[in-house]
């Protein structure tokens, strides 16, 4: 049976946390004189000089309205990069446990592990980018803290199985976090739904992908109350600044508009795929449930030159393994996909 006090560093569970001015007084007052802010003002049009909310209510209580789920039940994160480290500090003790990571996938979860000194088990997905699930369930051990999952995966783009994960937030007694930062451009549905099921699961989700916030640097993460309350224990008190705070609301608000980009993005990603096919260095186009396309071609390296040469820049992925001669291509706008597909006409 999964049971947070069996995950959490013992350390963390003991960790009074760091109690800032306003977190000890939530009112309104008129004279603020407790955090040591200039009460002048900030030398801008903006008024910048008090420190931010450290929970973030307004924006978590829009996006509430908007995921279906309680403000309670949401982290959020500078990027949702910091709340990947945070899950590494809370739940993993450096040098003792280890996390089960799934290659091909997004490489800060290796990247944090190894700053958190947190042994990394690598699992190869299978030749189709599904999960190995006997490689997994062989590669779990009583020091194993985090199974990683991606989906829709970057960088193969494909969604993994649904019924695998459950698998594994079934059977797992350590914590599932399915990495859904591309969900929005995907077929398959969220796992914020199954949060009420699995109290061994994390959803990570970010402004800055659909969004179009990536400047904002504003990551969530849902999961049970009691796994937040420890995220939100762990984080720097001021974690989201006054500007991406304010920012975010304002664009928490335009829904249809990121909808619409949504819809683009699709239709401009069936199109790159139905063109990119014609050339005969293209060997192979995956399918894609997210705003980019992994593309296998004859010669990675020259055509990624090429396009450099003309100002254009893809990712290069071909020294990753099950990636072998692909480059992974971000979905651009109808002129930038132009500009690409005319560009690679010239390559020879
Ligand atoms: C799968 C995945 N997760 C997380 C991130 C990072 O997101 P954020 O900008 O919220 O830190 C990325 C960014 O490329 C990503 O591909």
């Not at 959490?8 to 001015?21: F, G």
């Not at 974690?239 to 991406?244: P, V």
Request: aromatic letters at 10%; one cysteine or more.
């Amino acid at each position: 049976m999964f049971s947070i006090n069996n995950i959490i560093r013992e350390n963390i569970k003991n960790l009074t946390p760091y109690s800032s001015a306003r977190d000890e007084f939530k009112g309104e007052a008129s004279v603020y004189l407790d955090a040591n802010e200039n009460a002048y003002g900030s030398p801008l049009e903006q008024q910048y000089n008090r420190y931010p909310d450290p929970l973030q209510y307004k924006v978590k209580k829009r996006l509430s309205d908007i995921k279906g789920v309680p403000p309670r039940n949401i982290f959020l994160g500078n990027g949702s990069d910091e709340a990947i480290d945070i899950l590494f500090r809370s739940f993993c003790n450096p040098g003792v446990d280890n996390v089960i990571l799934v290659p091909p996938t997004y490489g800060m979860y290796q990247v944090s592990a190894n700053i958190n000194d947190v042994y990394v088990k690598n699992v190869l997905l299978t030749e189709d980018y599904q999960l190995n699930m006997e490689g997994i369930a062989e590669a779990i051990d009583k020091h194993t803290k985090i199974i990683f999952i991606c989906s829709p995966n970057n960088p193969t783009g494909n969604s993994i199985n649904r019924d695998d994960i459950e698998t594994l937030l079934a059977n797992f007694n350590g914590l599932i976090v399915v990495d859904e930062a591309y969900i929005n451009f995907s077929r398959q549905k969220t796992f914020i739904q199954e949060l009420t099921e699995y109290a061994n699961l994390v959803v990570l989700q970010t402004l800055s992908k659909a969004w179009g916030l990536a400047g904002l640097r504003i990551g969530m993460a849902f999961a049970s109350e009691e796994i937040i309350e420890v995220m939100n224990k762990v984080k720097p008190p001021y974690n989201i600044n006054e500007a991406s705070q304010e920012l975010a609301l304002k664009a928490l608000q335009n829904v249809e508009q990121v909808n619409g980009w949504i819809k683009e993005t699709l239709a401009q990603r069936d199109r790159l795929v139905l063109n990119l096919k014609n050339f005969d260095f293209v060997l192979d186009i995956f399918p894609s449930d997210a705003n980019f396309i992994l593309v296998k071609t004859t010669d990675p390296k020259a055509i990624y030159n090429f396009l450099v040469e003309k100002g254009i820049i893809v990712r290069d992925r071909s020294k990753v393994d099950l990636c072998e001669g692909s480059l992974r291509i971000t979905v651009g706008t109808p002129a930038e996909n132009d500009i690409l597909l005319n560009t690679l006409q010239e390559y020879k």
